[in-house]
Every structure is written in C-alpha cells, then in structure tokens.
C-alpha cells in the first residue's frame, strides 16, 4: 500500500457527462499529480499541484481540470466525456523527488 | 523531443534467473530516474531510483544500471521469482524537488516461467 488513496476505483459513466475523481496524498506530501493510463498513450502525465497551487502542467485537455484543496487533497474533474477519455487516471504524490501512485480510478465512458 | 523507450516489450525468463529489463532516454537534461512495477489492476509501485551522478544502485534483489554517454538505464532482477511477474517502467524526471513531473516509457512486460 502506497498510502495514496483514491476513490472511487471504477466509474462508468455516458459521453458528455461530468465526473469527479478523489485523491488523499500520502500524509505529508505537500505534491499532488495526476497521470492517464491508456493502452495506446500509455501513463501520461496530466498536472501536478503544490501544497495548492499549480506546479506544473502536461498533457491536460481544457475539458479537464483539477484542485488540490487545504488539506492537500486533489479531486480531478473531467468534463464533457467522451469515449477516448476511457483509462485509468491514477493520482501520486510526493515530498521529495520520489512519487508514490495510487490504486487508480478506472473510468469507463459509453 | 521527450521519449523514454524501452527495447523488448516482453521479456520472458526463467524461475530462478536474473531478468535484465532496458530503457532508453533521450533526454540527456534528466538527472533522476525511477522505475516502477505494474501489476495487473494496480498502480505503479516504486522499485528503486537513481540520480544522474550515480552508475549503479542496488536494492534488494534489483539493480539499476545508469549509462549517461548512452542514455541508457537497466533494471537487474536477481533470481527471479513467479511474483516478480509484471509490467516494468522506466521512468525519467527533469528539474527540481518539487516539480516530479515524470516522462515514462511504454512498459515491458516480464514473465516468470516456473
């Protein structure tokens, strides 16, 4: 166990609706990222926040957006679904350069 | 651009024998290196990390082998056992303590055969 948890671990939802994804750090990691798995991106990485605010910013789509709140909890938000935003989205955190991954949330779109 | 690669996309061995599993990277900026196991439905679990002022670092029973005029990085599994079964990422990192973004490789799958 990583000690990073994510909730939920499978989410089926239509095309064009919204969803929230949950991530609690390990406890003391100030960062937050959040990463894509799909079968032919592979594990992309998304965004990545700092005791709150933004740090760094990869291949994130507009239609995605994501919070890392006081409590350092993050919550990605993925918006007007479609059928290729189907993968896994795992959540890691750090506080050195070493990042621990979460179980991951399954989302599957149809 | 960006791209770590790894060359064999399965690796297939022995119960008992040493796995050798490789990455290139292209980047030569990259000072950290991570590799990570995956196992079916689960996250990517750290197995052991490097910085680019080291060529080797051991762990328990693994290895990481870091080649800088190449950009090339190996994982070394000793006595591979039926557990170790998985897919294996090298992953690269650029820049500060606290900007972790990493670049991963597309994965090799590693089978113990008992």
């Not at chain 1, 166990?1 to 990691?29: E, F, W, Y």
């Not at chain 2, 994982?75 to 591979?80: G, N, R, V």
Request: hydrophobic share 30%; charged share 15%; glycine share 8%.
């Amino acid at each position: 166990d990583s000690g990073v948890t994510q909730t939920p671990k499978h989410l089926i939802t239509a095309t064009g609706q919204r969803v929230t994804l949950r991530c609690s750090p390990r406890s003391g990691d100030l960062s937050v990222y959040w990463y894509q798995q799909s079968l032919d991106q592979g594990l992309q990485f998304l965004i990545q926040y700092y005791n709150g605010e933004e740090r760094a910013k990869g291949n994130i789509l507009e239609r995605f957006s994501a919070q890392q709140f006081p409590d350092l909890h993050s919550e990605l938000n993925l918006s007007s679904l479609e059928l290729g935003d189907s993968a896994l989205y795992f959540c890691a955190s750090s506080r050195s350069r070493t990042v621990f991954f979460g179980s991951g949330t399954r989302l599957t779109v149809v | 651009g960006e791209s770590v690669g790894l060359h064999l996309p399965t690796l297939s061995v022995q119960e008992g024998d040493n796995s050798i599993i490789n990455c290139a990277y292209s980047n030569s900026a990259s000072d950290y290196f991570i590799w990570y196991k995956q196992e079916s439905g689960k996250g990517p679990q750290f197995i052991i990390d490097i910085r680019s002022n080291m060529d080797k670092r051991q762990g328990q029973r693994v290895t990481v082998l870091l080649n800088k005029t190449v950009k090339h990085l190996s994982l070394q599994i000793a006595a591979t056992q039926p557990g170790d079964s998985a897919v294996y990422f090298c992953a690269e990192n650029i820049g500060s303590s606290n900007t972790g973004k990493l670049i991963f490789g597309q994965g090799t799958t590693l089978q113990v055969k008992p």
